[in-house]
């Protein structure tokens, strides 16, 4: 059955430092990856998606994730972690029979300190 | 992009009373829409697909008698919470497919049931 791991359960981080979330998905096919972001009491955003093709991801608001088949991993990065990025992050997986029905990870929450 | 639109945002109902939540694709056609589940601090969980026209899928361990969906047309489902109790409180998150690229999500409905 596909899964979705997030290891990190709270992240810390200063501002200016640089993010790295990540994400260990189950799979037996070619995933389909996505990495969304919540603020609290809020729907989810899609930050970037990985489909086919070049396995770095370049996303909104400066993300980036790196799809690696040999560690079944899509770690998601951003080089400097700006104070309005404090918000919960799903790593997603979309189940076999459509793009858009979703298995998510347990979710990890940023928060950053000034 | 494309515009989930979920109704209402936050709803307080008494217990053994019902509750209708509903998804709008303001933009685009959906003949399938998705509905999630998320507890406070917790992941989202797939309760059950909902396809236009016909019946709903609901995902192991979601009671479809208590969770009624209605896909009626191509731009609206409905999920009424049926003789809610207090532990049905929760987030309820809608989304919908486009393009079949990815799915958008609704800005989400918090139930509490007093």
């Known amino acids: 059955a596909q899964s979705v791991t997030q290891p990190d359960i709270h992240i810390t981080v200063s501002e200016g430092a640089s993010l790295e979330l990540r994400c260990n998905y189950s799979?037996?096919?070619?995933?389909?990856l996505f990495w969304y972001v919540q603020s609290p009491g809020q729907g989810l955003q899609l930050l970037l998606k990985y489909f086919s093709g070049d396995t770095l991801v370049q996303g909104i608001k400066g993300f980036e994730a790196e799809f690696k088949r040999s560690q079944s991993s899509f770690n998601l990065r951003k080089p400097s972690v700006h104070w309005s990025d404090a918000a919960e992050y799903f790593c997603a997986v979309a189940l076999s029979g459509g793009y858009n029905k979703l298995i998510f990870g347990a979710g990890t929450r940023l928060a950053v300190h000034p | 992009g494309a515009v989930v639109s979920q109704h209402p945002s936050w709803v307080i109902c008494k217990s053994g009373t019902s509750v209708k939540i509903e998804c709008r694709s303001l933009d685009f056609q959906a003949t399938t829409m998705f509905w999630y589940r998320q507890f406070p601090k917790q992941s989202l969980m797939l309760m059950a697909t909902?396809?236009?026209?016909?019946?709903?899928?609901?995902e192991q361990g979601v009671e479809k008698d208590k969770f009624l969906i209605n896909h009626a047309s191509l731009t609206l489902s409905t999920l009424t919470v049926t003789s809610a109790h207090p532990e049905d409180s929760s987030f309820y998150i809608c989304?919908?497919?486009?393009?079949?690229?990815?799915?958008?999500f609704g800005q989400g409905t918090r139930l509490t049931v007093v």
């Open positions: 799979y037996g096919a070619t995933p389909y």
């Open positions: 909902s396809n236009e026209g016909s019946k709903a899928t609901y």
């Open positions: 989304s919908a497919g486009h393009g079949n690229t990815e799915a958008f």
